[in-house]
Protein backbone atom coordinates (compact mmCIF):
# COMPACT_ATOMS: atom_id res chain seq x y z
CA UNK A 1 0.00 0.00 0.00
CA UNK A 2 1.22 3.92 -0.61
CA UNK A 3 0.87 5.18 3.25
CA UNK A 4 1.67 8.60 4.16
CA UNK A 5 2.64 9.34 7.67
CA UNK A 6 1.32 13.17 9.15
CA UNK A 7 4.47 13.11 12.30
CA UNK A 8 7.53 11.10 11.82
CA UNK A 9 8.87 10.90 15.48
CA UNK A 10 8.68 8.15 17.62
CA UNK A 11 5.27 6.82 16.10
CA UNK A 12 5.25 8.34 12.73
CA UNK A 13 8.76 7.27 12.03
CA UNK A 14 8.55 3.85 13.82
CA UNK A 15 5.47 2.34 12.52
CA UNK A 16 6.75 3.49 8.77
CA UNK A 17 10.10 1.81 9.25
CA UNK A 18 7.73 -1.42 10.39
CA UNK A 19 5.13 -0.81 7.60
CA UNK A 20 8.23 -0.37 4.72
CA UNK A 21 9.72 -3.91 6.11
CA UNK A 22 6.46 -5.21 5.82
CA UNK A 23 6.76 -3.89 1.89
CA UNK A 24 4.68 -0.72 1.98
CA UNK A 25 5.56 2.46 0.52
CA UNK A 26 5.56 5.41 3.26
CA UNK A 27 5.48 9.51 2.66
CA UNK A 28 6.91 10.24 6.14
CA UNK A 29 5.35 13.93 6.55
CA UNK A 30 6.68 17.10 9.35
CA UNK A 31 5.13 19.89 10.65
CA UNK A 32 5.70 21.56 7.25
CA UNK A 33 3.16 19.15 5.89
CA UNK A 34 2.86 18.00 2.65
CA UNK A 35 0.18 15.98 0.13
CA UNK A 36 -1.25 12.53 0.46
CA UNK A 37 -3.21 12.54 -2.86
CA UNK A 38 -1.65 9.30 -3.80
CA UNK A 39 -1.81 7.67 -0.14
CA UNK A 40 -4.40 4.43 0.22
CA UNK A 41 -4.12 5.09 3.73
CA UNK A 42 -3.00 7.84 6.40
CA UNK A 43 -1.43 7.76 9.73
CA UNK A 44 -1.61 10.88 12.15
CA UNK A 45 0.83 10.88 14.45
CA UNK A 46 1.36 14.50 15.85
CA UNK A 47 1.53 15.89 19.57
CA UNK A 48 -2.93 15.57 20.33
CA UNK A 49 -3.28 19.45 21.15
CA UNK A 50 -2.11 20.39 17.10
CA UNK A 51 -4.03 17.69 15.25
CA UNK A 52 -6.13 20.44 13.45
CA UNK A 53 -2.67 22.75 12.71
CA UNK A 54 -1.61 19.27 11.20
CA UNK A 55 -4.53 18.34 9.15
CA UNK A 56 -4.77 22.07 7.67
CA UNK A 57 -1.09 21.96 5.97
CA UNK A 58 -1.86 18.29 3.94
CA UNK A 59 -3.34 18.60 0.53
CA UNK A 60 -5.72 15.58 -0.59
CA UNK A 61 -6.89 14.28 2.74
CA UNK A 62 -10.80 14.20 1.18
CA UNK A 63 -12.29 10.78 1.60
CA UNK A 64 -9.21 9.28 3.01
CA UNK A 65 -8.57 6.32 5.33
CA UNK A 66 -6.81 7.80 8.16
CA UNK A 67 -5.46 5.85 11.33
CA UNK A 68 -5.44 8.48 14.41
CA UNK A 69 -2.59 7.57 16.83
CA UNK A 70 -2.82 10.47 18.78
CA UNK A 71 -3.09 11.00 22.49
CA UNK A 72 -4.17 14.24 24.23
CA UNK A 73 -3.10 13.83 28.07
CA UNK A 74 -5.16 16.54 29.73
CA UNK A 75 -5.79 18.24 26.34
CA UNK A 76 -9.56 18.67 25.18
CA UNK A 77 -10.74 17.33 21.97
CA UNK A 78 -11.53 20.00 19.10
CA UNK A 79 -14.76 21.95 20.23
CA UNK A 80 -17.68 20.30 19.41
CA UNK A 81 -16.33 16.73 19.31
CA UNK A 82 -15.54 13.69 21.83
CA UNK A 83 -12.11 12.74 20.52
CA UNK A 84 -9.57 13.19 18.14
CA UNK A 85 -10.67 10.77 16.06
CA UNK A 86 -14.01 12.39 15.28
CA UNK A 87 -12.65 15.10 14.69
CA UNK A 88 -10.42 14.01 11.65
CA UNK A 89 -13.34 12.17 10.50
CA UNK A 90 -15.18 15.35 9.91
CA UNK A 91 -12.41 16.94 8.19
CA UNK A 92 -11.72 14.30 6.23
CA UNK A 93 -15.19 12.37 5.70
CA UNK A 94 -13.39 8.82 4.66
CA UNK A 95 -13.35 5.80 6.78
CA UNK A 96 -11.03 6.51 10.13
CA UNK A 97 -10.20 4.85 13.22
CA UNK A 98 -8.39 5.26 16.48
CA UNK A 99 -5.05 2.89 17.04
CA UNK A 100 -1.93 2.44 17.96
CA UNK A 101 -2.27 5.23 20.39
CA UNK A 102 -2.02 2.34 23.42
CA UNK A 103 1.21 0.69 22.77
CA UNK A 104 4.59 2.22 23.07
CA UNK A 105 6.76 3.01 20.32
CA UNK A 106 9.91 2.39 22.36
CA UNK A 107 8.31 -1.31 22.03
CA UNK A 108 8.37 -1.24 18.09
CA UNK A 109 11.70 -2.67 17.91
CA UNK A 110 11.04 -5.75 20.34
CA UNK A 111 7.93 -6.68 18.76
CA UNK A 112 9.33 -9.25 16.59
CA UNK A 113 10.72 -10.94 19.71
CA UNK A 114 7.16 -11.58 21.41
CA UNK A 115 6.87 -15.07 21.90
CA UNK A 116 2.79 -13.87 20.52
CA UNK A 117 2.23 -11.01 18.93
CA UNK A 118 1.00 -8.83 21.23
CA UNK A 119 -2.37 -6.87 21.48
CA UNK A 120 -2.89 -3.18 19.84
CA UNK A 121 -6.35 -1.61 20.25
CA UNK A 122 -8.33 -0.10 17.82
CA UNK A 123 -11.84 1.48 16.91
CA UNK A 124 -13.67 3.13 14.15
CA UNK A 125 -15.45 2.72 10.78
CA UNK A 126 -16.60 -0.64 9.20
CA UNK A 127 -15.03 0.45 6.16
CA UNK A 128 -11.75 0.98 7.82
CA UNK A 129 -11.41 -2.11 9.12
CA UNK A 130 -9.56 -4.31 6.66
CA UNK A 131 -7.23 -2.23 6.39
CA UNK A 132 -6.51 -0.86 9.63
CA UNK A 133 -6.17 -4.67 10.42
CA UNK A 134 -3.59 -5.50 8.12
CA UNK A 135 -1.65 -2.67 9.15
CA UNK A 136 -1.79 -3.48 12.54
CA UNK A 137 -0.76 -7.44 11.40
CA UNK A 138 2.01 -5.83 9.31
CA UNK A 139 3.34 -3.13 12.39
CA UNK A 140 3.62 -7.14 13.95
CA UNK A 141 0.46 -7.04 16.71
CA UNK A 142 -2.53 -8.62 16.56
CA UNK A 143 -5.97 -6.49 16.21
CA UNK A 144 -8.03 -5.95 19.27
CA UNK A 145 -11.48 -4.26 18.35
CA UNK A 146 -12.70 -1.76 20.46
CA UNK A 147 -15.88 -0.65 18.82
CA UNK A 148 -16.73 1.86 16.19
CA UNK A 149 -15.59 5.27 16.11
CA UNK A 150 -17.76 6.89 18.94
CA UNK A 151 -15.60 4.78 21.00
CA UNK A 152 -12.70 6.70 20.39
CA UNK A 153 -13.22 8.70 23.43
CA UNK A 154 -12.78 6.09 25.96
CA UNK A 155 -9.74 4.77 24.26
CA UNK A 156 -8.22 8.52 24.21
CA UNK A 157 -9.17 8.12 27.99
CA UNK A 158 -7.67 4.73 28.40
CA UNK A 159 -3.81 6.30 28.16
CA UNK A 160 -4.28 7.33 31.70
CA UNK A 161 -4.36 4.01 33.13
CA UNK A 162 -1.84 3.23 30.95
CA UNK A 163 0.47 6.08 32.00
CA UNK A 164 -0.13 4.20 35.89
CA UNK A 165 0.66 1.04 34.42
CA UNK A 166 4.51 2.22 32.73
CA UNK A 167 5.48 4.19 36.31
CA UNK A 168 5.30 0.48 37.68
CA UNK A 169 6.78 -1.42 35.13
CA UNK A 170 8.27 1.17 32.79
CA UNK A 171 6.93 0.45 28.48
CA UNK A 172 5.20 -2.76 28.14
CA UNK A 173 3.41 -4.52 25.74
CA UNK A 174 0.09 -6.45 26.73
CA UNK A 175 -2.29 -9.39 25.06
CA UNK A 176 -6.19 -9.89 24.84
CA UNK A 177 -7.26 -13.06 23.94
CA UNK A 178 -11.09 -14.65 24.21
CA UNK A 179 -10.89 -18.37 26.22
CA UNK A 180 -10.81 -20.15 22.54
CA UNK A 181 -7.34 -18.25 21.69
CA UNK A 182 -5.74 -18.44 24.67
N1 LIG B 1 5.69 7.93 21.79
C1 LIG B 1 4.83 6.94 22.04
O1 LIG B 1 5.18 5.87 22.55
C2 LIG B 1 3.39 7.11 21.67
C3 LIG B 1 2.57 5.98 21.67
C4 LIG B 1 1.25 6.10 21.26
C5 LIG B 1 0.75 7.32 20.86
N2 LIG B 1 1.57 8.42 20.90
C6 LIG B 1 0.99 9.69 20.43
O2 LIG B 1 1.39 9.82 19.06
C7 LIG B 1 1.61 11.20 18.76
C8 LIG B 1 3.04 11.39 18.30
O3 LIG B 1 3.92 11.02 19.33
P1 LIG B 1 5.48 10.89 19.05
O4 LIG B 1 6.06 10.29 20.28
O5 LIG B 1 5.69 10.23 17.73
O6 LIG B 1 5.93 12.42 18.95
P2 LIG B 1 7.26 13.03 18.33
O7 LIG B 1 8.32 11.99 18.25
O8 LIG B 1 7.54 14.27 19.10
O9 LIG B 1 6.84 13.44 16.83
C9 LIG B 1 5.89 14.41 16.62
C10 LIG B 1 5.71 14.68 15.13
O10 LIG B 1 4.68 15.65 15.01
C11 LIG B 1 5.13 16.72 14.22
N3 LIG B 1 4.58 17.98 14.72
C12 LIG B 1 4.85 18.61 15.89
N4 LIG B 1 4.15 19.75 15.99
C13 LIG B 1 3.44 19.86 14.85
C14 LIG B 1 2.53 20.81 14.34
N5 LIG B 1 2.21 21.92 15.06
N6 LIG B 1 1.95 20.60 13.13
C15 LIG B 1 2.27 19.49 12.42
N7 LIG B 1 3.12 18.54 12.84
C16 LIG B 1 3.69 18.72 14.05
C17 LIG B 1 6.65 16.73 14.33
O11 LIG B 1 7.14 17.35 13.15
P3 LIG B 1 8.72 17.50 12.80
O12 LIG B 1 9.17 16.15 12.34
O13 LIG B 1 8.74 18.52 11.69
O14 LIG B 1 9.38 17.96 14.07
C18 LIG B 1 6.95 15.24 14.45
O15 LIG B 1 7.14 14.65 13.18
C19 LIG B 1 1.26 11.97 20.04
O16 LIG B 1 -0.10 12.36 19.98
C20 LIG B 1 1.49 10.94 21.13
O17 LIG B 1 0.73 11.20 22.30
C21 LIG B 1 2.87 8.34 21.29
Known amino acids: MRLTTIGRGN ?3 GLADLWEKAGHQVTRLGREGG ?3 GSDAVLVAVPGGVVAEALEKVRGLEGKLVIDATNRFGVEPPAGFQSNA ?5 KTQGPTAKSFNINFAKMYGQIGQARTAPSNLWCGDDEAREVVERL ?4 GY ?8 DKAGAQERMIEGVIGILEQMGPFVYRMAPPDRL
Open 11 to 13: VGG
Open 35 to 37: DAT
Open 86 to 90: EYVKA
Open 136 to 139: IRDA
Open 142 to 149: EPVRVGKL
